[in-house]
Nanobody, 126 residues
Framework: QVQLVESGGGWAQAGGSLRLSCATS????????MGWFRQAPGKEREFVAT????????YYADYVKGRFTISRDNAKATVNLQMNSLKPEDTAVYYC???????????????????WGQGTQVTVSS
């Protein structure tokens, strides 16, 4: 069973920053695309960012583009999400996920991800 463990969530004021991390086993991590998704109360889970296996291809949702940065460290089997200029509408539970099928390109499709973390809460106050 592949495990992904998120950390770094918490509370921030609008305009502030938080950095999320997600760790997993190296054997599964280095070949897979990684993604971050989020789910706010009463809303469906939505795509945030994705990064391909070597980190050279990234893609962001329009509502976080220019504010969030996804990165990965294959040696440490971690993926990070640096969140700057946070807004109250960024409040959600954030999930990381791994896709073995889309390792070369990354993907925005949640159904393409094989394993998910348990989620970490991010709360942004105005």
């Amino acid at each position: 069973q592949v495990q992904l463990v998120e950390s770094g969530g918490g509370w921030a004021q609008a305009g502030g920053s938080l950095r999320l991390s997600c760790a997993t086993s190296e054997r599964t991590f280095s070949r897979g695309a990684m993604g971050w998704f989020r789910q706010a109360p009463g809303k469906e889970r939505e795509f945030v960012a994705t990064i391909n296996w070597n980190g050279l291809n990234t893609y962001y949702a329009d509502y976080v583009k220019g504010r969030f940065t996804i990165s990965r460290d294959n040696a440490k089997a971690t993926v990070n999400l640096q969140m700057n200029s946070l807004k109250p509408e960024d409040t959600a539970v954030y999930y990381c996920a791994i896709s073995s099928l889309y390792g070369i390109s990354g993907t925005t499709n949640p159904n393409a991800y094989d394993y998910w973390g348990q989620g970490t809460q991010v709360t942004v106050s105005s």
